[in-house]
């Protein structure tokens, strides 16, 4: 059982606060977007180079990543807030364990689709310097779940936390178990 005061909110119900809405959209400009957007723009100016490894399909695949990174990502804001009623800053985190929608294939989907949308504008721009970038994010991301995101849920969630963590893979998409 959660510790006292939290507990598991069935997907979509109740309503969310509104300080999960603001906050979250004040945090999603503020740091995902500003690593998404600025990053990439100052590394490459968002100039059209020659694909790399001058093949075209390089191009096709950023932008490939693009539209599926997007969706997967939007998808994990609004879940933090409708199903978590919280946002994704670690100083105003969820009341509710997020289990619902790409939190079922993976446990960091907001992660992936900013690394999705960072490798796919590394690929759409030809830029190698953006590329590595996501690539530093990427391990900068791994770093924060494992010593300060994992074990804040294990403590906020508890045995449900752990049940969820058996059951779903940290970074590589699988099918849910039934």
């Given at each position: 059982?959660?510790?006292?005061?939290?507990?598991?909110?069935p997907t979509g119900r109740g309503r969310?606060?509104?300080?999960?809405?603001?906050?979250?959209?004040?945090?999603?400009?503020?740091?995902?977007?500003?690593?998404?957007?600025?990053?990439?723009?100052?590394?490459?100016?968002?100039?059209?180079?020659?694909?790399?490894?001058?093949?075209?399909?390089?191009?096709?695949?950023?932008?490939?990543?693009?539209?599926?990174?997007?969706?997967?990502?939007?998808?994990?804001?609004?879940?933090?807030?409708?199903?978590?009623?919280?946002?994704?800053?670690?100083?105003?985190?969820?009341?509710?364990?997020?289990?619902?929608?790409?939190?079922?294939?993976?446990?960091?989907?907001?992660?992936?689709?900013?690394?999705?949308?960072?490798?796919?504008?590394?690929?759409?721009?030809?830029?190698?310097?953006?590329?590595?970038?996501?690539?530093?994010?990427?391990?900068?991301?791994?770093?924060?779940?494992?010593?300060?995101?994992?074990?804040?849920?294990?403590?906020?969630?508890?045995?449900?936390?752990?049940?969820?963590?058996?059951?779903?893979?940290?970074?590589?998409?699988?099918?849910?178990?039934?």
């Open positions: 059982m959660p510790p006292e005061g939290h507990r598991i909110a969310p606060p509104l300080a999960a809405v603001l906050g979250t959209a004040v945090f999603v400009l503020a740091v995902p977007g500003t690593a998404v957007v600025v990053g990439p723009w100052l590394l490459s100016g968002w100039e059209l180079r020659e694909p790399l490894l001058d093949a075209a399909w390089t191009r096709w695949l950023g932008l490939l990543l693009l539209a599926a990174a997007l969706p997967l990502f939007a998808d994990f804001v609004l879940r933090f807030v409708r199903e978590g009623h919280g946002t994704p800053a670690p100083i105003a985190p969820t009341r509710f364990l997020v289990r619902g929608g790409p939190f079922r294939w993976t446990r960091n989907p907001g992660y992936l689709g900013v690394l999705g949308l960072l490798a796919g504008q590394g690929l759409v721009f030809a830029s190698p310097a953006v590329l590595v970038y996501a690539a530093v994010i990427g391990l900068a991301f791994h770093a924060f779940v494992v010593a300060y995101e994992e074990p804040a849920l294990r403590r906020r969630f508890g045995a449900e936390y752990e049940t969820y963590c058996r059951a779903v893979p940290r970074w590589l998409p699988r099918p849910p178990r039934r």
